[in-house]
């Protein structure tokens, strides 16, 4: 089964610094991995997802995310932060299940990474 | 499209209430999916359906809570009776079905509802 680690639970950076979410997944094929963010009082919106090709790949609001297969990662970085950045990230795998007999992408997500960001 | 609509946005009760919840997926998706999320046990699947029809639902809690797509484009989950330790942003999404390398693989999220049970 799937499984994603994000080893920050709370990171907080100054406006215009760079920043780096860690996440590490667990699966034995080559995954879908995605970058959710949650804004306070909002849903999960799709930041980016790799699927294959490029292991770097862009999003939206100047994120970009690198897929390492050695390490098992798929960390997601921008360069300059911005306030309106704060918010909690979610890393997640998409994998194929069969559980209950039809075959599926299923999403398994990390604990979330909340993200303070200092004026 | 207007994306995955939920309804109350915020639903606030009292113990032993029933509680629905209400999802109207992405027009054209034959997934839905109902999430819990809480503190505790971060973004939890409780259920999923396929073309309508009830697929896993190993990760619903307790007989308390049932879920039910009468057609395409509606779906319900229901909380009876409701505890506190129901309290939870509940979300739904859907997807299409899966292509094998598609760029189009990915879930939709809806608002949340957050529940409030008192």
């Known amino acids: 089964a799937q499984s994603v680690t994000q080893p920050d639970i709370h990171i907080t950076v100054s406006e215009g610094a760079s920043l780096e979410l860690r996440c590490n997944y667990s699966?034995?094929?080559?995954?879908?991995l995605f970058w959710y963010v949650q804004s306070p009082g909002q849903g999960l919106q799709l930041l980016l997802k790799y699927f294959s090709g490029d292991t770097l790949v862009q999003g939206i609001k100047g994120f970009e995310a690198e897929f390492k297969r050695s390490q098992s990662s798929f960390n997601l970085r921008k360069p300059s932060v911005h306030w309106s950045d704060a918010a909690e990230y979610f890393c997640?795998?998409?994998?194929?299940?069969?559980?209950?007999?039809?075959?599926?992408?299923?999403?398994?997500f990390g604990q979330g990474t909340i993200l303070t960001v200092h004026p | 499209d207007a994306g995955v609509i939920q309804s109350p946005r915020h639903e606030v009760t009292e113990m032993g209430q029933e509680v629905t919840l209400r999802c109207k997926p992405i027009?054209?998706?034959?997934?839905l999916f109902w999430y819990r999320q809480t503190m505790m046990r971060g973004l939890e699947l409780l259920i999923y359906?396929?073309?309508?029809?009830?697929?896993?639902d190993s990760g619903m809690p307790e007989d308390r809570f049932s879920a039910k797509m009468p057609n395409a484009s509606f779906s319900t989950l229901k909380i009876q009776p409701s505890e506190p330790r129901d309290s939870a942003v509940y979300f739904c999404?859907?997807?299409?079905?899966?292509?094998?390398?598609?760029?189009?693989?990915?879930?939709?999220f809806g608002p949340g509802t957050r529940l409030t049970v008192l």
């Open positions: 699966y034995g094929a080559t995954p879908y």
């Open positions: 027009s054209g998706h034959d997934y």
């Open positions: 997640a795998v998409g994998a194929w299940d069969d559980a209950g007999g039809t075959s599926y992408g299923k999403l398994t």
């Open positions: 999404a859907s997807s299409f079905t899966w292509v094998e390398w598609s760029s189009y693989n990915e879930q939709f």
């Open positions: 359906f396929n073309n309508n029809v009830p697929i896993d």
